[in-house]
């Protein structure tokens, strides 16, 4: 039976911008009461140590052009051109080609040792007025080979070489900043090695065949509170 996901949407504003969240909610579950015990002896615990989480954020940061942290670009279909240097996408189907986004973030600032707890993708949806879905639903998928921040294009591996499983998914409505819940297990291998970091790409999880889109802004958007980021809390 597939698990039926429940998305939340969550406004807080934050230095002026609305950030909404696209976490899975999962209602606990229901813990049966407690049986009622009487001790006759006094116990005495000792607490063992504990790591307390670091939470480390990768964004690009000043000149986008000097960024080394960060590398995203845009494969638009029926296109052999390059879009590396745009600051704004647009992700879905535009009435004649599907459009699709590459992100690659560089972890290497994480131990390999690390165990990671959470790794959140924030993005900047900049326009939803071409959007006929609603809501239009991102889909985020693990990335299987590596590719050029100015070189990669639609045909350089037809469409993307990206893993059919979504690791991530969100529900964009209007405008606004969105986290994106990625899974852990994949950021997990990143880390330690057991697989290659070639960063994640976001499609329309059903791609429309009439005109569908939105604007997403990319690490060469002017306004560094845009770029896109990833921030992931980890114990090691």
């Known amino acids: 039976m597939k698990k039926m996901k429940i998305f939340i949407m969550v406004n807080i504003l934050v230095i002026g911008l609305i950030i909404f969240s696209c976490k899975q909610n999962v209602a606990p579950a229901e813990s049966p009461a407690a049986p009622t015990i009487t001790s006759t002896f006094t116990s005495t615990l000792t607490p ?123 529900n964009v409505t209007v405008i606004g900043q969105y986290i994106i819940n990625l899974d852990s297990a994949v950021v997990q291998k990143w880390i330690n090695g057991t697989i290659g970091n070639y960063g994640i790409l976001l499609k329309q999880q059903t791609e429309n065949t009439v005109s569908d889109y939105i604007n997403i802004s990319l690490k060469e958007n002017i306004q560094e509170n845009q770029r896109p980021k990833l921030v992931i809390k980890y114990i090691n």
């Open 48 to 170: 063992t140590s504990t790591s307390t989480p670091a939470t480390v954020e990768i964004k690009c940061l000043g000149t986008p052009t000097v960024c080394t942290n960060t590398y995203d670009t845009v494969i638009i279909e029926h296109t052999s051109n390059n879009y590396g240097g745009l600051g704004e996408v647009n992700l879905g189907f535009d009435g004649m080609n599907k459009r699709r986004i590459l992100i690659k973030f560089d972890v290497s600032s994480i131990p390999a040792t690390a165990n990671i707890q959470e790794a959140n993708l924030i993005i900047n949806v900049a326009s939803t007025v071409h959007a006929v879905s609603d809501p239009f639903i991102i889909s985020v998928h693990k990335i299987n080979s590596d590719w050029g921040e100015f070189t990669e294009t639609w045909n350089t591996h037809n469409g993307g070489d990206f893993d059919i499983n979504e690791i991530g998914t969100c």
